[in-house]
């Protein structure tokens, strides 16, 4: 049985946690021996204990942590050379920038025959200024001479690495982040019955975004357009589904635009086949005015269950929407540009569903079973390349 330890930072809500414990599971329903080492000290209290019960065996990695320090940083490098030694690992896959690169230099110390890095995304724009962006590139470069494969979300990612000279294009495979597309369909409450429960009125347009609430999200650029949005459509709210350090902000910027009684901001709830899901059905449109996205898993669950979705042009999101197929694409930062298409979906019920039918089919690309063939199909390749048994 081949063993594999994956390495990230920590497992909170949010897309690259969901990837990851995914992809551990579906490799152990095919055989592979597979152990998650995260730092628990930093991951959120339910997400671990919901990995756990889907099947992932973790260990803790006490100083791995998403911050640099170059103290816990060697404490972490110390910690993950010794346990892929001990548990003689095959495969080494890191998930996420930091755990990525700790883990693949504990991989090449520990002389781990193969590696594999999925960043979830990159950090070359939107995170820090030209100096750290810069920094954190070279140090990709450098990762990737340790690397047999690296995974992107879309085609988009990959050229967006290699635009910045990370690796050779034959290094590159492309899965996205799997979206349980089916489990979705068959739990979606009715709209009527969603809406009631979130006590949203039958004849509001309803724009829902989803995630932390963080600069990177860019939800106040959502927040600003809404101004505008309500001068045409004037039945539109926005529903604002996740938590985070910009809360306060929001609030305040909603109060000061004169938008607060039409802005809800209803903290986190659980996954798209578990309270999300409520918000989904409800909703008229998705949005996403992220400065970066590595794929956008929200918006390809909202597409599964016939939402149109509004997302700026940048990182994977051009390749969930597609040429305008599932709804509409938008230049990033923009408030303009981003209330002048949700104003287009609101006056035109008509056009929402047929963005909805082909966000629908759309879905379909991204879909778990489209992510576990192409898992599977990777791992056979480094497992035919290296030898392993």
């Not at 019960?53 to 998403?66: D, E, F, K, Q, Y």
């Not at 690796?167 to 979206?179: A, D, K, L, N």
């Not at 794929?295 to 997302?311: H, N, S």
Request: net charge positive; with cysteine; hydrophobic share 45%.
């Amino acid at each position: 049985m081949i063993r594999v330890l994956h390495v990230i930072t920590r497992l909170t809500l949010g897309g690259s946690s969901e990837n990851t414990v995914s992809q551990v599971a579906a490799l152990a329903r095919a055989g592979y021996d597979g152990l998650l080492a995260v730092g628990l000290e930093e991951s959120e209290a339910s997400t671990p204990a919901d990995a756990r019960r889907r099947g992932c065996r973790l260990v803790s990695v006490p100083h791995l942590g998403r911050e640099i320090s170059p103290r816990r940083d060697l404490a972490a490098l110390v910690r993950l050379v010794r346990l892929m030694r001990s548990e003689r690992a095959a495969i080494v896959h890191t998930h996420t920038s930091k755990a990525g690169f700790i883990g693949r230099l504990a991989a090449r110390l520990a002389g781990v025959p193969a590696v594999v890095h999925q960043p979830h995304g990159h950090i070359f724009y939107g995170y820090y200024g030209p100096r750290g962006s810069a920094f954190f590139i070279r140090l990709e470069r450098l990762a990737a001479r340790w690397t047999d494969r690296i995974v992107t979300l879309t085609e988009r990612g990959t050229a967006e690495h290699l635009a910045q000279r990370i690796g050779g294009p034959e290094q590159y495979v492309v899965i996205p982040s799997g979206v349980p597309t089916a489990e979705l369909r068959s739990r979606r409450p009715a709209r009527s019955e969603a809406r009631a429960r979130l006590g949203i009125a039958a004849g509001d347009f309803v724009i829902v975004g989803v995630g932390r609430l963080v600069y990177v999200k860019g939800f106040e650029l959502l927040v600003a357009a809404l101004r505008d949005v309500l001068d045409e459509v004037p039945a539109a709210r926005l529903i604002l589904v996740g938590d985070g350090p910009e809360r306060a902000a929001l609030e305040r910027q909603a109060a000061a635009l004169g938008v607060a009684d039409r802005v809800r901001l209803d903290g986190e709830v659980s996954g798209a086949s578990g309270g999300l899901l409520n918000y989904l059905a409800a909703a008229d449109v998705c949005a996403a005015s992220s400065r970066n996205e590595g794929m956008g898993r929200a918006l390809v669950e909202a597409m599964a269950v016939g939402l149109p979705v509004v997302g700026a042009a940048v990182g994977g999101i051009p390749a969930v929407i597609g040429d305008d197929e599932a709804g509409r694409l938008v230049p990033p930062d923009d408030p303009q540009a981003l209330a002048a298409a949700l104003v287009e979906l609101g006056r035109d019920a008509t056009l929402r569903a047929k963005l909805g039918e082909a966000a629908w089919a759309r879905a379909e690309q991204f879909s778990t079973a489209v992510s576990e063939a192409r898992l599977l199909a990777l791992y056979a390749a480094l497992a035919r390349e290296k030898g392993l048994r």
